[in-house]
């Protein structure tokens, strides 16, 4: 994998959009391959609605977002409406997350996040465009990407560093488990006491360690009166699927 975009090729583009777009998914083209099982990712024609690759072994659909901006905590995606109604469809893609370096036309980082981290709740409706906007009214959305567990953020490049294909691949098999999960609900729990685990940000933890986030999650839950008891019922489920160790008396441990 190189670093570097073909810039040459990008002459004849005037907009700088259309430019990134090109550099971008010329670059991903030749030098991405499926973080989900390592095949080659073959380029879909040009305003293909569905996504932008599709890997020629799993037949997994990545859609591919760059910026030359910041990646941890907002990403501005399309229209709010079609974005919700893709979640709750076969076809939603997987996310590729480019950021390159607009000085020298380098990947900076890339992450792969798989579809199945998408849910509602990640999904930031836009306030409506301005009466005088060009298109009026249109509503669009913002991917909470601070609000995916770090696991779900799957790295390739790192600060300009590739990541080893075996780690890749690992990293996305780890929580692969996800994609059973078939009730929002169920996996809402799941994703927010990852994001707990995540937030005490210890290998080793307590059970006493994940109830301090109960009065957080009764803002997000305030019907439920079991949140600790919830909380206990994800940690077993997490245990049971490898993604955690329980190690004895209400302790804790990431592999
Ligand atoms: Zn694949």
């Not at 570097?4 to 430019?19: E, L, P, T, V």
């Not at 000085?103 to 409506?128: C, G, H, M």
Request: hydrophobic share 35%.
């Amino acid at each position: 994998m190189y670093l570097c975009m073909d810039i040459g090729s990008a002459g004849h583009y005037k907009s700088n959009a259309q430019r990134v777009r090109f550099l971008s998914e010329s670059w991903a083209d030749s030098n991405v391959h499926c973080p989900g099982c390592g095949g080659e990712l073959k380029k879909y024609a040009n305003n293909t609605p569905v996504a932008d690759f599709c890997c020629s072994i799993c037949s997994e659909d990545f859609e591919l977002k760059s910026t030359s901006g910041k990646i941890d905590k907002t990403i501005p995606d399309g229209a709010y409406g079609s974005m919700i109604e893709r979640l709750s469809s076969q076809s939603n893609p997987n996310l590729l997350l480019l950021q390159y370096d607009a000085e020298n036309w380098s990947v900076k980082n890339l992450s792969a996040i798989p579809k199945y981290y998408f849910t509602p709740d990640i999904i930031q409706k836009r306030p409506p465009l301005s009466a005088t906007a060009r298109r009026a009214g249109w509503v669009g959305c913002n991917i909470l990407v601070g609000k995916i567990p770090i696991a779900g953020k799957i790295k390739i490049v790192s600060n300009r560093i590739i990541e080893p294909t075996e780690k890749v691949l690992t990293a996305w098999k780890k929580t692969s488990f996800l994609k059973e999960v078939k009730s929002s609900v169920a996996k809402g729990w799941i994703l927010q006491t990852m994001q707990c685990i995540d937030h005490i940000g210890k290998r080793e933890f307590e059970l006493n360690d994940i109830y301090q986030f109960e009065n957080s999650l009764r803002a997000i839950y305030p019907k439920n009166n079991h949140i600790k008891e919830k909380l206990r019922q994800q940690l077993q489920f997490l245990r049971n699927q490898g993604y955690l160790r329980f190690i004895g008396r209400g302790v804790y441990e990431l592999p």
